[in-house]
């Protein structure tokens, strides 16, 4: 029996009546969706499309995080760099004292008191020798000015004996009583009067945080190596305690040096200021000697500038014979002098000396030169303990000298290489039956 249509057709719609899904039946898909799933595809190399990896995002926030962390860390650090310059003079300032401290501790006398007898007698000298200087100056200046109208005088004198002038003092003083540039210069003064008081206030506020520093590092001092030492093992513990007195052992012999280069500054400009009759002369010599030793880079200007001042006081020509005395006296130390003391002292090469304040001024300004010669002593000191060394052969070129015999046989013996190269045929290989 022959089947009927109705029996044969299938019909292929669902039996819900739900509409068909597009992954179910393509016809319901839109052509626009279609045509982008192609292209997507096709880009891909017929693989599905690249999803942003997990890692990245986080990736992405731990940058940011280093970067914010790192520009914090730079702000800071603008802001505490001055703190931690008086921070690192107050260490080097507890090294020097170290062996003052050291000594009368080991006698039976408890740090903290030996600290504080050497900083007050540090301290008690200071004062003295400024009110010495201030009430020197004050007296030379008050006499300046009082015999201000005398030297007015005789170089209005000069000037109208040697230009054939008729000048006169009280045309002089009433032309530069009404000058603008005066007015101006009293009003600046005035202005300035605060930026000076705040100067000075910070000046006195940094050189507290200093002595407070200094004395909590020296009266602290086996406290604070015991602390340092706790968080290393102990071969590392020797390598810091080593470096420790090597470090007291520098700055007390750069202090040594500087000592001795104000003692002879001292003397020999007090020979010229008592060979000059200049009145304080003493006083000046110590004030020279002090001064330009232990203030670096202005140090030398200010040590010179008041013995000329007071020089002046008594003759004017004498005041040029001081800066002239002065300006050699400081190339003579500064080239002859200072190298060899240090490197006696200090124990380091005068060049290396030389450039370590060079390097230390260009660094960290007149701290940097101040702290530069014993840092690089210490840091030479401590790191020549790993550095192996062998015994040299005696050879007279090592001592500069040329073996003068052996170099004129080897100029002799190139040249007769050089002549037998240059004869025709030398060197070439005999002919058969020659």
């Known amino acids: 029996m022959a089947p009927t249509d109705e029996t044969e057709t299938t019909t292929t719609e ?37 999803r942003m990896p997990r890692w990245l995002p986080k ?57 504080f007898l050497v900083f007050f007698a540090v301290l008690a000298v200071g004062v003295g020798f400024v009110v010495l200087l201030g009430s020197m100056l004050a007296g030379q200046i008050i006499e300046m000015v009082e015999d ?50 705040a100067t000075v206030l910070g000046g006195l506020f940094k050189l507290l945080t200093i002595f407070l520093f200094s004395f909590y590092f020296a009266a602290d001092g086996p406290r604070l190596r015991r602390a340092l030492c706790s968080v290393l093992p102990p071969a590392k513990q020797a390598e810091v305690l080593r470096a420790w007195e090597i470090a007291v052992d520098k700055t007390g012999g750069y202090l040594y040096s500087r000592g001795l280069m104000a003692l002879i500054s001292g003397v020999a400009h007090y020979v010229l200021l008592e060979f000059l009759a200049v009145p304080y002369a003493p006083a000046l010599a110590v004030w020279v000697g002090l001064v330009s030793q232990f203030l670096p880079t202005i140090g030398t ?18 005041a040029l014979w001081v800066l002239a005395f002065v ?29 370590s304040v ?4 260009a660094l960290l300004g007149a701290v940097g030169a101040l702290i530069a010669i014993p840092a690089v002593a210490t840091l030479q000191a401590f790191l020549g303990a790993y550095v192996k060394r062998y015994d040299v052969t005696e050879d007279p070129r090592m001592h500069g000298h040329r073996r003068h015999g052996e170099a004129v046989l080897a100029r002799v013996q190139r040249a007769l290489g050089a002549k037998k190269e240059q004869e025709p ?10």
């Open 148 to 197: 201000f109208p005398r030297y007015l005088d005789s170089l209005i004198n000069w000037i109208n004996h040697t230009f054939h002038t008729e000048l006169s003092r009280v045309e002089v003083q009433d032309s530069l009583l009404r000058s603008d540039w005066l007015r101006k210069y009293v009003q600046n003064s005035a202005s300035g009067v605060l930026d000076v008081s």
């Open 14 to 50: 669902p039996v819900t009546g739900e509409p068909a899904s597009p992954a179910t039946n393509p016809a319901a898909v839109p052509p626009s969706r279609t045509a982008a799933a192609t292209a997507t595809t096709s880009a891909g190399g017929g693989h599905p499309a690249a």
């Open 425 to 434: 045929g030398a060197g070439a290989p005999p002919r058969d039956g020659a």
């Open 358 to 361: 060079v390097a230390g001024t």
């Open 301 to 318: 200007y200010l040590a010179g500038a008041l013995p000329m001042l007071i020089a002046f006081t008594e003759n004017p020509w004498y």
């Open 59 to 115: 990736a992405m926030v731990l940058a940011l995080a280093l970067y914010a962390c790192f520009q914090l860390g730079s702000w800071a650090f603008h802001q505490l760099i001055g703190l931690l310059l008086n921070i690192l003079i107050a260490f080097f300032l507890a090294l020097a004292i170290e062996p003052a401290v050291g000594r009368m501790a080991a006698r039976g006398m408890r740090r903290g008191l030996a600290t």
């Open 327 to 355: 300006v050699v006296y400081q190339q003579f130390e500064n080239y002859v002098l200072q190298p060899k003391l240090t490197a006696k002292t200090v124990d380091i090469h005068p060049a290396v000396a030389f450039g």
